[in-house]
């Protein structure tokens, strides 16, 4: 059998067109302040980047490319990039297993399970800054919390921060606990938004616990999988001011990550232009590594 | 719909990555009034400041019309101070900080012809005054440090500092000190590798070297035996086991608590450690070379004060300057550093020994932050992580020197 597609009478297409309208002029304001806070300073900091402002004279000069030119051959910058990898990848790995094992665990009907997210959730509330200040004060040498635990158990202090591989792993996983509550939010609604049937037509086709996980719920989770993945991505190849409050890129340069580097670059070696060509660099990784991500977490996309 | 989902993808990536790479252009002060912004610089609690506040009362006491507006400094003063001249939106009187001439020249009033310029301590200008004998802020007070100890230490471990002529003296004594609970050098990386370097770096320098730096070629081999010295001390363990996460205050702290042996900083970790313990027993004496030259202090421009070239108040601005340079016998006592005025008289309280020995009856040279004469300005960040990649094996003197000469060449041809 087939219908014909059902077509809006005259009215309502009127209506609907004049609601349009209305809506455009509600989001304007909210475009006018985009523009001004966001797309301005977009565009400026492009131009600065071919410029040798110093951050605060009136001179500058045009230098063309040189500013990205230096950028291949910067040892400083190819091991911020190499870092801000490890840092995106690293968080997004952590964040999704532990978030979709929460989500998984607290989708069941358990007592407390509410008082239970809302503490995984709450520290996503708590300023980066903040956190990792608190973080600080536990990795600290002395009085820290970590090498009290260390020594009341026979061993000696560490300086947690001191080894660049330590320093990195251990951001990684700062930044990854504190947010993983997001990941946690968005898979419990993607795993609400499942109907129920579908497991119970697995159930009776005799399929185990994991087969129903791997053949219904993973992929009924793929918008979830792709708004997460990316979001945290994102945050990761971002990621600031965890790094900055433990490390401030240290020691020496090993964990910088891009962003804090153009801050450094920026404000304490006064090389505007050279840190702007930096961000336009980062920009671009962003969104290369944006549109792979959502082609290929959007191909996967089923219908529930 | 899917053109607009990715552009708006694109916008949103771009602005969040990008929104901090650019500079606005808004301008003016405010209007009205005369009120003077004072951006002092000092933090809330410092001493400085509270005898700031006491002066500006007196001023606006005898100035009626005029009210200074003192303004108390941010964590991150310089950056602060850098994105206001972006902006156009100056202070009228602000802190320079060592960087007078070289950073802020351009946004200040010409001031040789203030009552006071003239009494202004020769060794400042070098680093105070351009070449055509401009000065552009009054200096309060000056940085005059060395290489700082806690003589109780020293005695407890049998070490004479008048004694430690050469850097093989220092090493016996940082040997004779080293244990458990003392650091010979107890520095903290994240704040200040980079003033250990700069102390250290002029005694490896000899005068063509500086001529060469000055010339705008970066001499390599009298840099990279200045980090060999700091390499050799990190692999004989002088350093403190918390080096990498110790702060100002851990470096304060350890001073006045005996802890650390001898420390590498400006002059206001001395008023620091006497606040943790006000009877430490602490001291500086002169940096050894390595070219023949005789031992150092090092110092320079610390508190000094100028006037915006855009401020609508000049001749007010002029008058409280003026003022504050009445009063800077109290103003330098308040930082515990000489005065950087010759009209001024030097109480330096506990400090008096050191000074008394080292300038007065050795009559040690002072020379400039080597940052602030040979280094383009902007060269500090570096010199700091060089410093930390050295200290704690990232990397090998030769390489970080090389990332020094990189820096120094872009920052160069960046100036030009």
New interface residues.
């Given amino acids: 059998m087939t219908t014909a597609p059902l077509k809006p009478s005259r009215g309502l297409r009127r209506s609907a067109t004049r609601g349009g309208g209305y809506v455009n002029l509600l989001y304007l304001p909210a475009l006018v302040l985009f523009a001004v806070f966001m797309i301005y300073p977009l565009i400026s900091g492009i131009g600065l980047a071919f410029t040798n402002w110093n951050g605060y004279s009136e001179a500058r000069s045009f230098v063309g490319f040189d500013n990205f030119a230096r950028l291949f051959s910067d040892p400083v910058f190819a091991t911020a990039v190499r870092n801000t990898f490890i840092f995106g990848i690293g968080c997004t790995i952590i964040q999704q297993v532990f978030g979709l094992g929460l989500a998984i665990a607290l989708d069941k009907p358990l007592r407390g399970r509410s008082t239970v997210r809302a503490i995984v959730y709450l520290p996503v509330l708590v300023s980066p800054i903040i956190m990792g200040t608190m973080y600080y004060l536990l990795l600290q040498y002395n009085d820290g919390a970590f090498n009290d635990v260390v020594v009341a158990f026979g061993g000696e202090r560490m300086a947690w921060l001191a080894d660049s591989s330590m320093a990195i792993a251990i951001i990684v996983a700062v930044n990854s606990l504190q947010f993983m509550g997001i990941s946690m939010i968005i898979y419990l609604a993607g795993l609400q938004s499942i109907p129920e049937m579908y497991y119970d037509a697995a159930s009776l086709d005799g399929a185990t616990t994991w087969q129903q996980f791997r053949y219904v719920t993973v992929p009924l989770l793929q918008p979830a999988f792709a708004t997460s993945i990316v979001l945290n991505l994102i945050g990761g190849l971002k990621l600031f001011d965890v790094i900055k409050i433990l490390t401030n890129g240290g020691p020496g340069y090993s964990t910088q990550s891009v962003s804090t580097l153009i801050s450094t670059t920026y404000f304490d070696s006064q090389s505007a232009g050279y840190a702007s060509a930096m961000g336009v660099a980062l920009f671009a990784i962003i969104i290369v590594i944006t549109i792979i991500m959502n082609k290929v977490l959007g191909s996967r996309k089923v219908e529930a | 719909m899917k053109s607009i989902k990715?552009i708006s993808?694109?916008?949103l990536?771009?602005?969040?990555?990008?929104?901090?790479?650019?500079?606005g252009a808004n301008g003016g002060d405010a209007g009205g009034d005369v009120t003077i912004e004072f951006q002092t610089g000092f933090a809330v609690d410092d001493g400085e400041m509270t005898l700031m506040k006491e002066l500006v009362s007196e001023f606006e006491a005898s100035n009626q019309g005029v009210t200074i507006d003192l303004i108390a400094a941010g964590t991150?003063y310089?950056?602060d101070?850098?994105?206001r001249?972006?902006a156009g939106t100056a202070p009228d009187i602000w802190n320079t900080h060592g960087w007078s001439l070289l950073?802020y020249s351009?946004f200040l009033l010409p001031l040789e012809d203030q009552p006071w310029a003239d009494d202004v301590i020769d060794s400042l200008d070098e680093t105070m005054r351009n070449d055509a004998g401009e000065i552009f802020a009054l200096p309060t007070n000056i940085d005059i440090s060395g290489l700082i100890y806690n003589a109780d230490v020293l005695e407890a471990a049998g070490v004479d500092p008048y004694g430690i002529e050469s850097w093989d003296d220092f090493d016996d004594a940082a040997d004779a000190v080293n244990s458990d609970t003392v650091s010979p050098i107890y520095q903290g990386?994240?704040p200040l590798a980079g003033a250990l370097a700069d102390r250290v770096v002029s005694g490896t320098f000899d005068d063509d070297d500086l001529a060469e730096m000055l010339d705008g070629s970066f001499v390599t081999p009298a840099y990279e035996e200045m980090l060999d010295l700091v390499q050799d001390w990190g692999d004989s363990g002088y350093f403190n086991?918390?080096?990498?996460?110790?702060s100002r205050d851990?470096m304060a702290k350890a001073l006045a608590q005996g802890q650390a042996a001898f420390m590498y900083g400006p002059s206001l970790l001395f008023d620091n450690a006497w606040s943790f313990n006000p009877d430490a027993n602490l001291g500086f004496m002169p940096i050894p070379t390595t070219t023949g030259a005789p031992r150092y202090l090092v110092g320079g421009e610390r508190t000094a004060f100028g006037i915006s070239n855009k401020t609508e108040n000049p001749d007010e601005a002029k008058a409280f300057i003026a003022f504050l340079a009445e009063n800077d016998t109290a103003l330098a006592a308040a930082s515990t550093s000489p005065p950087g005025l010759t009209t001024a008289t030097m109480e330096l309280g506990k400090l008096q020994p050191s000074f008394e020995k080292w300038m007065t009856e050795e009559e040690v040279p002072v020379l400039p932050y080597f940052d602030r004469v040979y280094l383009p300005?902007?060269?500090?960040?570096?010199m700091q992580?060089?410093t930390?990649?050295v200290i704690?094996g990232?990397?090998t003197p030769a390489q970080a020197t090389e990332?020094m000469k990189s820096?120094y060449d872009?920052?160069r041809?960046?100036?030009e």
């Avoid at chain 2, 086991?241 to 110790?246: I, K, L, N, W």
């Avoid at chain 2, 300005?377 to 570096?382: A, R, V």
């Fill in positions: 990715a993808a694109v916008a990536v771009a602005t969040l990555t990008l929104a901090g790479c650019s500079s991150d310089e950056s101070m850098k994105v001249l972006a950073r351009e990386g994240k086991p918390d080096y990498s996460s110790a851990d300005n902007g060269s500090w960040e570096s992580v060089t930390d990649v704690t990232q990397g990332q820096t872009s920052l041809g960046q100036s």
